[in-house]
């Protein structure tokens, strides 16, 4: 009796340099060719994604193979198990068949259900957006609300507060900025009280070159341009050493030993930016209103003297106490932040960088916020 032949057709051999494909009525032969890394597979993923594997069996040869990256052994695993071909054959894996058992152990195929539904207009990354900003939101209330709960039960209870942290954030936060703030509130100072006597010398106003420097920088400029150096400078060191104490771990230690981190990290720096950016803001309120008063002396000829006694005479008091009421509100609202965005990094440096970014981002538009709320309030209560 005369054996049948098996008749062999080869469907595809195009891209000769990365596979040869034949087939039989029962199986298909998968032969890899050349090289398959990162840069080939865009490639070989639009070829191969044309044919059917299914309902045969399949085998995978790589004796030809002459290299092969982690990314394309993901691949085979991926087209395996995610079109459900069951019957495989892997030949000649040789060098690679470790590689390809890690992988295979610990693939996670995506459900069907998700890789066939469309999306239409991108909905897909509008709802993870929507979900991502809204458990954002929770987490964030949720520490601005665990924060303020510390600070009004330390404050009935002192012993929670950390005096000797606090301080060194003091002293860190303060002292160590008072160059940097005295210099940018100097210079604004000139900028300010230079564009106004430019324009008060046209109606022969120049005495008021006292009330326009002094309520504008008391009110607005002074507060507002300290809380954005301090943003800045702070809220990114805030975060950078609470995230990378979370790298080290140092952070889940705390937790293991019983010690709360919000009341042993984020509480010191609250309370230490709070005592620290009202001072900051009166060393500012007084370098600008110097260097305003050098203005006034060299362009509009009033004397120092003259300045000082028309600022005691015209300029209120509540001006200079809402501008350090402000900081008070501002540096809680940038420790907060610090922290905070110090406690999202993950166990990897590069997210060190990403969230300290993202903090004095968040603190920058934050103080700018509140300076807005705050003046609108006031302006309509008539202060």
């Given amino acids: 009796m005369q054996t049948p032949s098996v008749k062999v057709k080869v469907i595809m051999e195009t891209y000769s340099n990365s596979f040869s494909l034949t087939s039989t009525n029962k ?30 069996h399949l085998e995978i040869d790589f004796k030809e193979l002459k290299s092969c990256d982690s990314s394309a052994i ?30 295979s152990t610990y693939f996670t195929p995506i459900p069907k259900a998700v890789l066939e539904k469309s999306y239409i207009f991108g909905a897909k990354n509008i709802g993870i957006h929507t979900v991502a900003t809204y458990l954002g939101i929770v987490r964030a209330v ?51 009280a230079y564009q106004g006597s430019v324009q008060l010398q046209k109606f022969g106003a120049n005495i008021f070159i006292v009330e326009m420097v002094c309520i504008t920088m008391f009110r607005e400029i002074a507060p507002l341009m300290t809380a954005i150096v301090i ?13 990378a104490m979370k790298i080290t771990e140092e952070i889940d230690a705390m937790r293991t030993m019983g010690f709360e981190p919000t009341v042993f990290l984020t509480l010191p720096r609250i309370f230490a930016l709070i005592i620290a950016l009202p001072l900051l803001i009166f060393f500012s309120d007084m370098v600008s209103v110097f260097a305003g008063s050098i203005v006034a002396y060299l362009d509009l000829n009033v004397s120092f003297s003259e ?19 402000k900081g008070l509100f501002f540096g809680m609202a940038i420790a907060m932040i610090g922290c905070y965005r110090g406690f999202q990094v993950q166990n990897n440096t590069t997210s060190i960088g990403k969230y300290t970014t993202i903090s004095v981002v968040n603190a920058i538009f934050v103080v700018i916020a509140l300076n807005a709320i705050f003046s609108v309030i006031l302006t309509q209560s008539g202060l």
């Avoid at 840069?39 to 070829?47: G, R, S, V």
């Avoid at 039960?153 to 303060?174: D, G, V, W």
């Avoid at 809220?235 to 995230?243: D, F, H, L, R």
């Fill in 27 to 56: 199986t298909i032969s998968l032969v890899l060719l050349g090289h398959w890394n990162k840069t080939t597979l865009p490639l070989i993923i639009k070829k191969l994604s044309s044919i059917s594997l299914q309902h045969k």
């Fill in 74 to 103: 993901i691949y085979l695993i991926s087209l395996i198990k995610q079109k459900e071909i069951h019957n495989v054959t892997l030949k000649n894996l040789g060098q690679y068949e470790a590689l390809y058992t890690l992988y």
């Fill in 142 to 192: 949720y520490f601005i609300g665990q924060a303020v709960y510390f600070m009004f039960l330390s404050l009935i209870q002192p012993k929670y507060i950390r005096f000797k942290a606090m301080l060194n954030h003091i002293e860190t936060s303060a002292l160590n900025a008072l160059f940097i703030v005295g210099i940018t509130s100097f210079l604004v100072g000139i900028v300010i």
């Fill in 231 to 243: 943003a800045g400078r702070t809220a990114s060191s805030y975060t950078a050493e609470i995230g």
């Fill in 307 to 325: 300045f000082i006694n028309r600022m005691k005479d015209t300029v209120e008091i509540r001006h200079f106490l809402i501008g350090i009421f």
